[in-house]
């Protein structure tokens, strides 16, 4: 499934031969990100402020006979952003750095937390957490469950757009023309944090504390330094 500013999305297949099999108009403006997970249903979002939940209907022999949209979900108040959906929830952030949980079943807003200090242009969740990224050049890491920061990702010098996550770290590419492997907070800390992590190799710990403002102490802690 694929998204564009000329407001179609449309649906591909993907054996050969490649062709589209589906285009649908649904958003009245640039739709910015799409999501689809296994299964009939997929999510978008778009600059109209609407995150809009679809299922395709089909069979075996005629994939995609139509295009439902189930709900049109309003509560961001600015371009959508970012989505990703699962059978039980729709994560979706926007340009103003907020994240909102949905039911996927109804549409009911579950929770909204701020994330941000500006769009967020990329996130992934699990049962537990939600990863996100964002222009504010951060990454940050929310409980799924109660909304509560349990971490700030600071040292990429450009916005966050892509990030993908395991169960021991977290990977991120930035407009920084870098990649950062990061070492992943256990969902068992509750206490919220803020981190700062050493990639460049001409970086040294009195820079680093001077630039973020904290201690070379805890930077050496932060970092596994001895």
Do not use: Y
Request: net charge positive; aromatic share 6%.
């Amino acid at each position: 499934v694929s998204a564009s500013s000329d407001l179609q999305i449309r649906i591909w297949s993907a054996l050969s031969p490649f062709r589209c099999l589906q285009i649908v108009i649904g958003h009245q403006r640039s739709v910015l990100c799409v999501h689809k997970p296994s299964g009939s249903m997929f999510a978008t979002g778009s600059s109209d402020c609407e995150v809009k939940v679809w299922k395709i209907v089909g069979n075996s022999r005629t994939p995609v006979k139509r295009v439902l949209c189930r709900h049109s979900l309003l509560g961001h108040g600015c371009s959508v952003t970012a989505v990703q959906m699962s059978a039980a929830e729709v994560v979706s952030g926007g340009a103003n750095g907020k994240i909102i949980i949905w039911s996927a079943d109804d549409g009911t807003r579950l929770r909204t937390m701020d994330a941000h200090k500006g769009s967020i242009l990329v996130l992934r969740f699990d049962t537990i957490k939600i990863i996100s990224g964002g222009s504010d050049q951060t990454i940050a890491t929310h409980d799924i469950a109660t909304g509560s920061k349990l971490q700030t990702l600071h040292g990429h010098g450009g916005t966050v757009n892509a990030l993908e996550f395991d169960q021991t770290k977290i990977v991120s590419a930035s407009m920084d023309s870098v990649m950062r492997r990061w070492p992943f907070q256990g969902h068992e800390q509750k206490v919220a944090a803020t981190k700062f992590h050493i990639i460049e190799p001409n970086e040294t710990l009195p820079k680093l504390a001077k630039r973020f403002g904290v201690s070379i102490a805890e930077l050496k802690k932060w970092n596994h330094v001895d």
